[in-house]
């Protein structure tokens, strides 16, 4: 099953998706919800990013690939994006002034179903609505420099989520790939994860309580590519769909 979070006729709904078409609900997936019997096509709505999370956390370091020099870590990196930086399925990435080195970074996300804490790895492999497509966007020059990665990984626009929320897939085998204007720049599969999706929202369930619709962005492989206003960037992880997002100044 995927799920769409979309606009039509200036609201916000949610729907089961089925082929080019949405099966509407009556609530959002993250709670008791029934189909409406009302069915509208995709090409009529606007895809929005799939959840309105109350928080957003990520993993740093989390492929080999991705270590550079760095030693293995002995636990999830963790650090916070702001739900401020969510960026719909077309949105448009901001490049910001300050900082001309940003860098696209394709992740798996996770979306949580239910409330979250001190959860061992099965129960938050439990508490675990399904997966999405997520672009870390990265400025680089202020995540060097800057004490915190605040602007750095969570200034406006730096959160492309979407588009579509898989509930059916393993995410812990899922071939994940990056294209900028169409040329793949990372591609690599979630079972390469340092730490699988369970450990990683256990981990943060033991200092910070998960809510229903909260988004786990669980880290990037290989090297990432700097980006150029009139670039397109396109996240493709295997099951989900395709996140496309182009750049702006």
């Not at 400025?139 to 579509?164: E, L, N, V």
Request: net charge negative; glycine share 8%.
């Amino acid at each position: 099953m995927k799920f769409a979070r979309f606009e039509l006729n200036e609201k916000i709904e949610y729907g089961i998706v089925d082929g080019n078409n949405l099966k509407m609900l009556d609530a959002c997936p993250f709670t008791e919800f029934n189909e409406t019997g009302e069915t509208v096509a995709l090409e009529d709505v606007k895809v929005l990013a799939p959840t309105r999370p109350s928080k957003v956390l990520a993993v740093g370091l989390n492929y080999r690939s991705h270590l550079g020099d760095a030693p293995e870590p002995k636990n999830p990196e963790i650090f916070i994006k702001t739900p401020s930086c969510i960026n719909d399925p077309g949105g448009d990435i901001v490049l910001p002034s300050g900082d001309d080195d940003v860098h696209a970074e394709g992740e798996l996300v996770v979306i949580m179903k239910a409330r979250t804490s001190k959860a061992t790895p099965e129960e938050a492999a439990a508490n675990i609505l399904g997966v999405t497509c997520g672009n870390d966007v990265s400025a680089r020059t202020w995540q060097s420099d800057d004490m915190q990665w605040w602007r750095a990984k969570a200034s406006d626009t730096f959160g492309p989520m979407g588009p579509f929320i898989a509930t059916d897939v393993n995410y812990g085998d899922l071939q994940l790939e990056t294209r900028i204007n169409g040329e793949a720049v990372q591609s690599q599969t979630t079972g390469d994860l340092i730490f699988p999706v369970p450990v990683i929202v256990s981990f943060i369930s033991q200092a910070i309580t998960l809510n229903p619709g909260d988004a786990v962005y669980t880290g990037t492989p290989g090297t990432t590519t700097a980006l150029r206003a009139g670039d397109v960037v396109e996240v493709e992880i295997e099951g989900i769909g395709v996140l496309s997002n182009p750049v702006v100044d």
